[in-house]
């Protein structure tokens, strides 16, 4: 396992530049706006009501889609998602990304699934220096916060 998960984080862990401010000092939700790729991932969260809880205590382990990731979604989707009709499904989308506890690469890759706060469990596989949680290909890892960690991944996980 030790030579997957070097590869693995050799890999990727300068695969996302996090814009010039500590990551370990900003939580989840500044870390993540600061990186400029998940300005759709920080508009569903805010849709949601999620901000202030990953902003809270934690810790937690998100699994972050990029906007290039939500593109990926079917045309209106997004938009779709975002109305206040919707928010119910957005907020089972969103919590299905986020894990509690802090979860770095070392540990995810002995991993073969993991609860989500959603109350599902995300599939997890590691097969030639790749990480996958369910579809997503992880991109970059253990980008730290003071509450928890992010995993970059390149699909938007779907709850089952």
């Given at each position: ?17 996090f814009g010039s401010a ?35 205590d934690g810790p937690f ?65 590691v097969a030639d220096a ?31």
């Open positions: 396992m030790s030579t997957i998960k070097s590869s693995f984080v050799a890999a990727f862990a300068s695969a996302l530049v500590n990551s370990a000092e900003m939580d989840i939700v500044d870390t993540a706006v600061s990186a400029g790729s998940f300005k759709t991932l920080a508009a569903a969260l805010d849709a949601a009501g999620l901000i202030d809880t990953l902003q809270g382990t998100v699994f972050a889609p990029t906007d290039e990731a939500f593109a990926k979604l079917p045309a209106g989707t997004v938009d779709s998602l975002l109305l206040p009709e919707n928010r119910d499904q957005l907020v089972s989308i969103l919590t299905y990304h986020v894990v509690s506890g802090s979860v770095t690469s070392d540990q995810v890759v002995t991993l073969s699934e993991a609860a989500t706060v959603n109350g599902q469990m995300v599939d997890i596989s790749n990480v996958m949680v369910d579809n997503a290909n992880v991109v970059a890892v253990d980008i730290m916060a003071t509450n928890g960690v992010i995993h970059v991944i390149d699909t938007v996980i779907l709850p089952k």
